[in-house]
């Protein structure tokens, strides 16, 4: 029941306030992550899986120890769940979109993923910003969460390094094709229960968006395979 509660606060919190404005603890984590990267990395999957070990565990040992503090739960899913500003950059370049604002929408989409905005064309725009806001509620609000309720605030803390490291050296590249391997992967297995989650709450209120449901469930079969991703192509393929 306390974690629960706290859970909520956390979550309430990320409405009212959103994202900590100074000191965000993910920004700090990704500070570390870095010097960390500096000093261990080499094009190696053991390399890169200690390096995974060493920052998850430690974000899953900072939780642990933490756990039984009143109110630390709560300030964790606070720091964690991006739910309220992720809304609120997808909803304000809708608008723009609406309003034939282009400029304005160029100038929000890298708040949402990591395309050229400039190459992008209104429809181009849309398509963008629905596939990162689809697959971020699974990353940021659903994922969280679900690891929250499973394992409280160490399974929260543990969960966001690793969808943190994932986005840093998680690229099937010529630096990160064996230092991020372990990292992709971790992420890969500890989403692939939220963003299924995150598929049915998706067929679940297509109606709200003038959806079928049926319509969610087809494309989810149809194409979630085909996406590079396992877990990406669930959450792009209903929110389509």
């Known amino acids: 029941m306390r974690r629960s509660t706290e859970l909520g606060l956390g979550v309430l919190a990320d409405e009212v306030f959103g ?3 100074r000191y965000h603890p993910v920004a700090g984590f990704g500070t570390v992550a870095a010097a960390l990267e ?3 990395y080499a094009p190696s999957k053991l390399r890169g899986a200690a390096y995974t070990a060493i920052l998850v565990g430690g974000a899953a040992a900072l939780g642990y120890a933490a756990r039984n503090v009143p109110g630390a739960t709560a300030v964790g899913t606070w720091s964690v769940v991006g739910g309220a500003g992720l809304r609120k950059v997808g909803s304000t370049l809708g608008a723009d979109l609406e309003h034939g604002d282009i400029d304005g929408a160029r100038t929000l989409l890298p708040s949402l993923c990591g395309r050229d905005p400039s190459v ?3 429809a181009g725009l849309a398509r963008a910003a629905t596939e990162s806001v689809a697959e971020n509620t699974s990353d940021a609000a659903v994922a969280p969460l679900f690891w929250g309720a499973v394992a409280g605030l160490p399974g929260l803390l543990a969960y966001r390094a690793a969808n943190t490291l994932d986005a840093m050296v998680g690229y099937r590249n010529d630096r990160y094709g064996d230092f991020g391997w372990a ?3 971790l992420d890969d297995v500890l989403n ?3 963003a299924r989650l995150a598929g049915a709450v998706t067929v679940g209120l297509a109606p709200a968006v003038g959806g079928a ?5 087809r494309a989810w079969r149809r194409d979630a395979a085909k996406h590079p991703s396992p877990n990406a192509g ?4 209903t929110a389509a």
Do not use: G
Request: charged share 35%.
């Open 213 to 217: 449901p049926s319509d969610a469930v």
């Open 19 to 21: 994202d900590p404005r």
């Open 192 to 194: 692939y229960i939220p």
């Open 183 to 185: 990292s992709a992967r």
């Open 234 to 237: 669930v959450a792009e393929a």
């Open 38 to 40: 500096r000093r261990m």
């Open 120 to 122: 992008l064309d209104t």
